[in-house]
């Protein structure tokens, strides 16, 4: 049966003194996810994810990163076991990625953490298709995709996606999209979602905001199941997260999903999250 797990409210007042650190997140919020512990008051006040990674050197030790998932989604692995992939530029191309590329990074078949050499607002041209073993890592700059479409994770397993900024998607254009080194195939075009998990498992999603986009910020759905999404900021935005494909779409009822550690802020007016009747069950 599809299960849902929510922080209790002690849980929540940790969130809120987490995201304390800085005032006004503004419409760019990549720069407020602040990755340097720089007291002891502060350590004390990060909650169990950010406190397993946030009090070591994380620039050289990247991969530890996915050791401090909780949740369902606990077990998603990343790229952990996979050399260092470096973006170097936003440039995209849908069909034929060239090196230094998002997209070519994401598509690759072997594990890869993915890094950026600097700050870029990378417009992607069609919807980025993530493969398996991947952990796309903003930290260390101030990464936005935005203003085109947005992030497609379908039939893959261990995505991790970390302290990016992902705002203002747009539907995908019908057209050939490459999902591999060896596969481009035919695209209807996608919804416009920030992130869309579709038919897949061990995924996390975590301090991100995400905000302002055609269709949802997050929709899980299509049997997808352990998912972690946490230490996100959600703004802006209507039909903000939904958790299930349709009210009698069976195969969602293996889904398992934990929300932990999330803010809802400002503008947002449904769905955080909705739960489609296939898929609600009581609340571990």
Not at 12 to 38: C, E, G, T
Not at 98 to 121: E, K, N, Y
Request: aromatic share 8%; net charge negative; with cysteine.
């Amino acid at each position: 049966m599809a299960s849902l797990t929510l922080i209790s409210l002690p849980l929540l007042s940790l969130l809120f003194l987490n995201f304390a650190y800085s005032s006004q997140l503004p419409n760019n919020a990549s720069a407020s996810l602040l990755y340097n512990v720089s007291t002891i008051s502060t350590v004390k006040l990060m909650n169990v994810i950010d406190s397993c990674w946030r009090t070591i050197n994380w620039a050289t030790n990247r991969e530890a990163l996915a050791d401090c998932s909780v949740g369902f989604g606990k077990a998603s692995i990343g790229g952990k076991y996979g050399p260092i992939y470096l973006v170097t530029t936003p440039y995209d191309d849908p069909v034929n990625p060239t090196p230094g590329t998002l997209r070519f990074g994401a598509i690759q078949s072997s594990p890869l953490w993915i890094i950026f050499a600097t700050d870029m607002v990378i417009t992607l041209k069609n919807e980025l298709i993530v493969n398996s073993f991947k952990t796309i890592d903003g930290r260390g700059a101030n990464v936005e995709i935005a203003y085109g479409p947005c992030i497609t994770i379908h039939g893959v397993t261990d995505v991790i996606i970390h302290g990016i900024s992902i705002h203002d998607c747009k539907p995908g254009v019908a057209g050939l999209v490459r999902s591999s080194p060896t596969y481009v195939g035919k695209r209807g075009g996608s919804d416009g979602d920030a992130v869309s998990v579709f038919s897949s498992s061990n995924i996390w999603i975590d301090h991100c905001y995400l905000a302002r986009s055609a269709d949802g910020l997050i929709d899980v759905i299509h049997a997808s199941t352990d998912v972690t999404i946490s230490n996100n900021y959600f703004a802006q935005h209507d039909k903000v997260m939904l958790l299930g494909h349709s009210d009698d779409f069976a195969a969602d009822e293996v889904m398992k999903v934990t929300l932990v550690f999330n803010r809802f802020g400002e503008g947002l007016i449904e769905r955080m999250p909705r739960l489609r009747s296939c898929c609600q069950q009581p609340i571990q």
